[in-house]
C-alpha cells in the first residue's frame, strides 16, 4: 500500500475520527480533576484522594502491557465503539448515585480504575485503527497535536475552577456526553476504513517485548540507573497528586469548592508540563539526554522542595509549575537515555509502578500524620532519585 500523505482537513471521515480523538481526550481530562475532588468533598480525608491516584494507576500496570495485542486480536472499530459507550456509563452511574443520594467513596473508586483501564483500551485501539484508515498511512498531524495541545492546556484549570464553583458529580456528565460524542463521530468515520489485514502490522507478544527489555536493562547498568531514578520520580509524582487537595486545603486554605485559586492549583503542573514538551526539541539541541534527565531531576526536586516549603497559594502554584515543566524535561530525556529497548519496560514502571507506589506511601504517611507529610514522602523518593543520578558516574550510550 502506498504511503499518502494527506491533511486532516481534506477527508471527511479522517476529520471525524481525529475530533472523536481530540473530544475523548476532553472527556479524560476533565474527569481527571473531578473525581479527586468528588471524593475529597465525600469523605475529606488524604487517603482517599491517595486511593483515587492509586486506582488510576493500577490499570497502566496490569492492562497497558497487554492492551496493544487484545486490541490486535478485535476489530479496532468495535473496541474504539465498546470502550466508549462502557466510558459513557460507568461516568453516567456517578451523578445518577448523586441525584439519587447513595454515592459513596467506594464507588468512585472503582470506577475511577475502570474509566482507566477504558483509556488504556482506546489508546491502544487509537494506535491501531489509525493506519487502517483508507484515506492515508501518513497524515498531517500538524493541527491535530496543535489542537490536543490546545485542549491539554484549556480544559483542566477550566475543569477546576468549574469543579470549585458547583457540586463535581455532575460535571461528570459531559465526560460521558464526550464519550458518547466519541462513539458517534468513530461510527460515523467507519467507511473509510479499511479491513485489509495487510495495513496492521504484526504486534509482537506482550511478554516478549517486557523478557527483552528486562534483558537489556540488566545488561546496560546505566540505562537501568535512568529507568530507577524515573520511577521513583514517577513516584514521587504519584504523591504530589495524592496530597494535592488535602494539602491545599489544610496547609495552604484554599477549600475544595467555591475557591477559585483551585483551578491555578490543579492545573499549574500541566502548564508546566506543556511548555516543556514545547522547549524540549531546543534543549536537545543543547545536552544530550543523560545530562537533560539528571539537570531535569534537580531542578525537579527544587520545585518539589518549593512546593513542600510553600505556605501560600502563589509561590505553590509558581513551583508546582516548575516541578511539571522539570518533570517532563526528565522524563522525556530519561527515556531517551534508556534507549529504545528498554522502552516498553521503563514506561510501565513509570505509568504504573511509580505512581501506584508513590499515591500508596503518601496516603498511608498522611493516614499517620499530615496531607504535608505525605507529600515530604514524596519528595523524599524524588532526593532519592537524585542522590542516585548523581552517584551514577558512568556515561550514559545515546
Known sequence: ?????????????LRRYLAARVISLAGTLITAVVLPVLVYRL?????????????????HLLLAPFSASIVAQRDARNVLLTADLAGAALLASIPLAWRFGTLSGWQVLA???????????????HASALPTLVAATVVDTTARRGTTGLVELMVPPLAGLAVAIVAPAPLL????????????????????WSSDPQTAEPISPPRHRMRAGLRFLRGHPEARTWAFTGTLHAAAGGAYLAMLLPWADRHLGVSPSGDARLALLIS?????????????PALTRWAEPARLAGDGLLVALAGGLGVLAST???????????????????????????????RAVTRLLWRGVGPLTGAALAGIVALLGTPRAGLAAGVGLLALAEL???????????
Open 111 to 125: 470506577v475511577a480504575g475502570a474509566v482507566q483501564a477504558v483509556f488504556v483500551l482506546l489508546k491502544a485501539a
Open 388 to 398: 542516585i543520578a548523581r552517584l551514577s558516574t558512568a556515561p550514559v550510550s545515546t
Open 173 to 192: 456528565v459531559l465526560d460521558a456526553v464526550s464519550f458518547l460524542a466519541s462513539a458517534l463521530l468513530v461510527r460515523a468515520a467507519v467507511r473509510t
Open 43 to 59: 469523605t475529606g480525608a488524604a487517603a482517599w484522594t491517595a486511593a483515587v491516584v492509586a486506582a488510576e494507576a493500577l490499570p
Open 312 to 342: 501560600h497559594w502563589l509561590p505553590a502554584v509558581a513551583a508546582g509549575l516548575l516541578w511539571g515543566a522539570a518533570y517532563t524535561v526528565a522524563s522525556k530525556a530519561g527515556l531517551d537515555a534508556v534507549g529504545t529497548p528498554g
Open 1 to 13: 500500500m502506498a504511503v499518502t500523505a494527506v491533511s486532516a482537513g481534506a477527508d471527511p471521515g
Open 268 to 280: 499549574c503542573w500541566g502548564l508546566g508540563a506543556i511548555t516543556a514538551c514545547a522547549l524540549y
